[in-house]
C-alpha cells in the first residue's frame, strides 16, 4: 500500500513538472510583432522606422518562426528551462536547438521582452497580435 501511494505521488509531482513546461511554452504561442529593441555599447534603439524592418514572431509549442517584412527568414525548435541569468537569479530562458542561443523573456500583459543572454546584447520588445 506505501508503494501505491509513493508511486502516485511520484506521478503526480512528475506530470505537474510537465504542465508548468507546457503552461511556460503556452503563454509564448501566438504571433508578436517587433516594436524595438534596445542595447549595444553605444546603447542605441532601433525600431521598423529606423530599420525599414517589420519583424514577426510565430511561435507554437515547440517552434520559432521569425518573418521580416512579410518572408520567412527563420525556423527553429525551442525548449524553455531555467537557468542562471548574467542578470542575476534563475529566469526562464528560451533556448534554441540549432545554436543554442538563450534569450531570458518576461511577459507583461500582452508584451513580450526577449533578452539576448550575453554582455552588451540586445532587448527587444515584441506586442501580442
Known amino acids: 500500500m506505501k508503494n501505491s501511494i509513493l ?3 511520484v506521478l ?4 505537474c ?13 501566438g504571433k508578436w510583432k517587433w516594436i524595438e529593441s534596445s542595447g549595444g555599447i ?8 529606423t530599420t525599414g524592418k517589420s519583424i514577426l514572431l510565430e511561435f507554437t509549442d ?4 521569425t518573418y521580416e517584412n512579410g518572408l520567412l527568414k527563420a525556423e527553429e525548435k525551442f525548449q524553455i528551462q ?6 542575476g537569479g534563475q529566469r526562464e530562458m528560451i533556448i534554441t536547438g540549432s545554436n543554442e542561443f538563450r534569450q531570458s523573456y518576461k511577459i ?6 526577449l ?3 550575453c554582455t552588451d546584447c540586445f532587448q527587444s520588445k515584441y506586442i501580442k497580435q
Open 42 to 49: 553605444n546603447g542605441r534603439i532601433e525600431n521598423p522606422t
Open 62 to 65: 515547440s517552434t520559432i518562426k
Open 82 to 87: 531555467s537557468q542562471n541569468s548574467i542578470f
Open 17 to 29: 513538472n510537465n504542465d508548468s513546461e507546457i503552461a511556460k511554452s503556452n503563454n509564448l504561442v
Open 108 to 113: 507583461e500583459s500582452d508584451n513580450l521582452y
Open 7 to 9: 508511486l502516485l505521488i
Open 12 to 15: 503526480i509531482l512528475t506530470s
Open 115 to 117: 533578452n539576448d543572454e
